[in-house]
């Protein structure tokens, strides 16, 4: 069965520093997004993309963060000097028609 | 914006019992919801779509009240494997997903 595949599993960085998180969506799905969920918190969106823009973007998703497609199959989230609060559990998830939303494993970022 | 309400619980419940979490969400133009599980420090997994009026599929039955804008989940013949963190999910007109916090369930031998 297809899965969402996220890479790195864990990531530690150091506050002020720049990660890239990366997804492998779904082959055939057109829809892409990112969510976060901080330690005990509720899953929360970040951003919608379709079509190679963005279609959707919460208020967290601020100038710190960027997304981008950068081939055919990657899908890339980019958070600029991270802040402590940033650290979380981030999750991509694919959707097909933009509906039922499929989710991978998460990275979990630590910022120190 | 007050967005999908859930009781955290936690639900404790004998295995083989029957169990119902409710939901309830703000937006009456939203159309499309879903349930979702969490285990401990996974991912969301897709349990069921609630479009129209419900859904069922084997123990699981989800229904949609508009009136009272709530959803609710039902699990018959609770299995030990049935024990996690069950999320409701609205989406809105703009294809957002709006998760509420989560109710916690644990089915006990």
């Known amino acids: 069965e297809p899965e969402v595949t996220q890479t790195p599993s864990h990531q530690v960085t150091q506050m002020g520093q720049e990660v890239i998180l990366r997804c492998v969506p779904i082959?055939?799905?057109?829809?892409f997004y990112w969510y976060r969920q901080i330690l005990g918190q509720k899953v929360e969106f970040l951003v919608s993309f379709y079509n190679n823009e963005i279609s959707e973007k919460s208020e967290i998703f601020d100038d710190q963060f960027s997304v981008e497609r950068p081939d055919g199959s990657n899908f890339t989230l980019k958070i600029r000097s991270t802040k402590l609060e940033d650290s979380a559990m981030y999750f991509c998830?694919?959707?097909?028609?933009?509906?039922?939303?499929?989710f991978g494993p998460g990275t979990r970022l630590t910022v120190t | 914006r007050k967005e999908v309400e859930q009781d955290p619980g936690p639900f404790n419940v004998p295995e083989g019992a029957t169990v119902a979490f409710n939901c309830t969400y703000s937006n009456s133009a939203s159309q499309s919801f879903f349930w979702y599980r969490q285990d401990c420090r996974k991912e969301p997994k897709l349990l069921m779509s609630?479009?129209?009026s419900g859904n069922e599929d084997g123990r699981f039955t989800a229904q949609l009240n508009r009136a009272s804008q709530y959803i609710s989940l039902l699990i018959r013949d609770s299995k030990l494997s049935d024990s996690a963190t069950y999320l409701c999910?609205?989406?809105?007109?703009?294809?957002?997903?709006?998760f509420g916090t989560g109710t916690s369930l644990t089915v006990i031998p």
């Open positions: 082959s055939n799905h057109l829809y």
């Open positions: 609630v479009y129209s």
């Open positions: 998830a694919s959707s097909i028609l933009g509906y039922e939303q499929y």
């Open positions: 999910v609205e989406m809105n007109t703009g294809n957002q997903f709006y």
